[in-house]
Structure formats: C-alpha cells, structure tokens
C-alpha cells in the first residue's frame, strides 16, 4: 500500500515537474510573439474584444511542441478507429479521405448567389460574355460514403440548386461534376487524402474539358488538335508524401497520411509574364515553370505544417493576378472570379489563352463592374467551387438599397 502510494506521489511531482519546465519553455517562446501583436495592435480600427481574441489565436497557434501534440492526437484517433475529429469539423470517408462537414437536413438556398450571378451578367452586359464553370466536389455523388453517423453537408444538393438557378437565368454553366464522373479518372484518386482540392492531375482535365466545351458552346476553336490536352507533351515530377493539406494540418501526419503531389508543366516551349498583388514592383517571367510556379513553395517541403504545396502553382491567391501568353497573342482573354480551386485550372488554361485575369473576392476591393468595362475580356468566368457558394465569394452584382 504504502508503495502504491509513493508511485502516485513521484507520478504527481514528475507531472507538476513536467508542466513546469513546458510552462517556462512556452512562455520564453510566446512571449516575443504576444509582445510583437500587441505593439501592432490597431486599437483604433478594432476594440478591445478583437485584441482577445488575436492573442487567444496567436497563444493556440504557437504552443510549443504543438506539431508534435497534433500528431499525437491524430495517431490516438486512427489507434481507435475514430472517423472524425473536433467535434465533426474533419471528418473520414470509407477510402480514409478526410473531408469538411456539419450537421444539416436541408441545401442551402443559393438564390441570393446566383441572383448577383444574374445581376452581374447585366451590368457587363455588351462588354463580355460571362458564364460559370462548377467545380467537382470532393463527396462524388455516387462514389464516396461516409460511415455511420458521419453527417453529410448536403453540399452536392446546394451545388444543384446552385445550377438549376443558373440555368433559370439562361446563364451558361459548366458542371464538372457530370464531366468528372465519365472523365475516366479513378474517383479514388481525384482529389488529395489530407485537403479539399482536386488533385492537379484533376485540375489538367478539367481545363481540357472546359476549352472543348468552349468550342462546343461557343464555336471557339481552342486546341482543336488536342495538344495541350496530352499528357506526353508535359513534365511531371512526382513529390512523394509530402504534401498536408488544410484538413491534414488540423488532424496530423499520421491520422490519415501525408499527400502526394504531382507538379505537371509543358515539355515544350513556352514564354510568360505574371504579375500579382502579393508584390505589384515585381514581374515574374519566362517559362511556364518559371513564371507560374513557386519553386520556393515546393523547397519548403521540409516543413508540412507551414507549407500549402498545393499554392505552388500562381503563388496561390492574391486579390489579383495578370497572367499572359506571350507565345498565343491571338488567343481568348478570359477574367476569372474565382476560390482556390481555380488555381491550377488556370494554369493550364493559359495555355490556349493570351491573357487570364484573377480576382480572389475574398480580397479584391476594386469594382467589379470597372474591372470588365476598363479591359477587353472575351469572357468574364465565375468559377466557385460547391463548398464556396455563399454571399462571401459574390461580392458583385448587388441590388442596392
């Protein structure tokens, strides 16, 4: 007995010994960063409940050890089989690909998004043509499950009233759900483990299949020969295990795995010009792979936590970004408003465009109507992924009071 009883008490001492000597390592380590965000603080433009909860962020996110404490968990979760985490933020599908979710047991209403749609297509109306592709999303109808108990977001059901409304409207749409499911591509496979995107590879055939829907609804005449939509005629080099996307970052590395990445850029010649938000003095330039790819994000591989691999490609999302052709002057100039998804999609469109301009309208703050009238694009695309589709990524076309 009296054995048992020094056991406990050495067990109590190590653990107060224990968050003693973390208490000081974390403190000697948040500490310069808590003083750095109360120093920049603006207390004019926010109140002091902001402040809380900045500094409630920048404690959580900067624990030390913290890496170490999400991989902990996540390995604790697959040990017990557990299909979701944070109270069902990030939930398992039965192929083990992690998915976002919330209770719900009805679609979201879309009219107010798709009436801006509408709205939008008016004001620019005689300027450009606008139309709307959809993307894929990651719970294909059809294929992916979800075990017992997992809550589905109905988020395939909001898409479709989403392109029903559309289509109410006459506004033309691109379904790349439809296309995604006799593309021939392994559903297993067409989108990452660990985030929400489609993988690139996904992201190469939908930008085929959007330019022959193009010629087939507008009479374009984009790669009629098929070259830009081959394969063989590009470089792919594949990073094994190395990419943790969005969900992979909340669960850890060993929940459900590390990613890999495929970055996919022509074999042939190819001279660019990009330039960004992220630093308007600077112009990036040369080969696809020089001037659209972030070869420091992919150096950073080291780092998974830190690094989203998957922003590679346009050095992800500024509020905007001007990509052009300069080998394919004649080709379509096209304005995208788009969510990430876009991202690699973009990419290889450009290569059967001259130029292709991208508004992120999570951080735009021009005037979408200014931004047509005062260029001369072909075709303005709304391109918002299902999960995206609410008031946030429609910021144009607004009925004012």
Known sequence: MKKLLWKKRITTVLFLVFIFIFSIINARKELPILVEKIQTFDFKEFGINDLISQINTTINENVAGRYGFIDAYGYMQKVLDK????????????????????????????????????????????????????????????????????????????????????????IPCLDLREGLLNSGIDLSNAFFTTDHHWKIETAFWAASEFCSWMNDTYGEHIDEDGYYSDLSNYNQITYKNIFLGSMGRKTGRYYAGADDFTLIYPAFPTNYKMTNTIDDSLEYGGRFEEALVATPVLRSSDKPFDTDIYMAYLYGNPAFTHIENLDNEDGLNICLIKDSFAVPFAAFTSLRCHTIDMIDPRYYEGDYVDAVMGNDYDYVIVMISPQDLVEEFFPFGVEKD
Request: glycine residues 6%.
């Open 83 to 170: 299909h979701e985490e944070s109270n069902f933020e990030v939930v398992k599908d039965t192929e083990g690909k992690l998915h976002y979710t919330y209770f719900t047991d009805k679609a979201d209403d879309t009219s107010e998004v798709t009436g801006r749609v509408h709205n939008y297509a008016k004001q620019i109306e005689g300027k450009s043509k606008l139309l709307v592709v959809l993307p894929p999303e990651k719970y294909i109808k059809g294929h992916t499950q979800f075990p017992t108990g997992i809550p589905y977001a109905m988020t395939n059901e909001t898409a479709d009233n989403y392109v029903s409304q559309l289509k109410a409207y006459d």
